[in-house]
Each structure stands twice: as C-alpha cells, then as structure tokens.
C-alpha cells in the first residue's frame, strides 16, 4: 500500500509557474509509471506527464514545452514544474504512481487556479 500525497498547489496569474509535488510513503522506484493527471470541472480526468518504465516521458498535447516532470527516487517523491500557466489549466490535479505488478495508486488531488 502506498499512500501519496499532494502539495504546491494553489492561484496564479497567467504566466505565472508553479510547482507540484508528490510525496510517497513507500519506494516508487520499482514502479511502472509515475505521472501526473487533472481534472477540470465537467471534464475526463486526463494526462498532463508520465514517466514510464522503458518508455520515458510522456506529456499531454496541451502542456508540451510548459510542463516538466521528474522524480527523486531517493526522496520517493515526484514533482511537475509548471511555466507559462494559462486559465485552461486550472484543474485539481493528482498524482499516480504505478506499482511493479500494475496497480494504480492516486494522491487525494491538489487544486490549480489560474487567474486571467
């Protein structure tokens, strides 16, 4: 069982940045997948960035050349550096780690508010 949990999240001014992080309570580096997903209100929760296990890094159209994902395994933790944010982006987003046998772990959700 592993628990993550969420924080960084909060209300900015378009162009602005912000960072998200994702502190897990067990290893996360035996994993399949680590990743980040939103969901804005009315709408799929959807992809926004992936590490993935033999496939690298994977972003959603909407946030290329914005967003970044990385990992400190060391740390257990993974964070989603976010630039030029824009009104589309606001969303609560979550965090999901992947275990080694292919079981989804999912953060509680931290709400992004971008201001236009």
């Known amino acids: 069982q592993v628990q993550l949990v969420e924080s960084g999240g909060g209300l900015v001014q378009a162009g602005g940045s912000l960072r998200l992080s994702c502190a897990a309570s067990?290893?996360?580096?035996?994993?399949?997948?680590v990743g980040w997903y939103r969901q804005a209100p009315g709408k799929q929760r959807e992809l926004v960035a992936a590490?993935?296990?033999?496939?690298?890094?994977k972003y959603g159209d909407s946030v290329k050349g914005r967003f970044t994902i990385s990992r400190d395994d060391a740390k257990n933790t993974v964070y989603l550096q976010m630039n030029g944010l824009k009104p589309e982006d606001t969303a609560v987003y979550y965090c999901?780690?992947?275990?080694?046998?292919?079981?989804?772990?999912w953060g509680q959700g931290t709400q992004v508010t971008v201001s236009s």
């Open positions: 590490i993935i296990r033999g496939a690298g890094t």
């Open positions: 067990g290893s996360i580096s035996n994993g399949n997948a």
């Open positions: 999901n780690v992947v275990s080694s046998l292919g079981y989804p772990y």
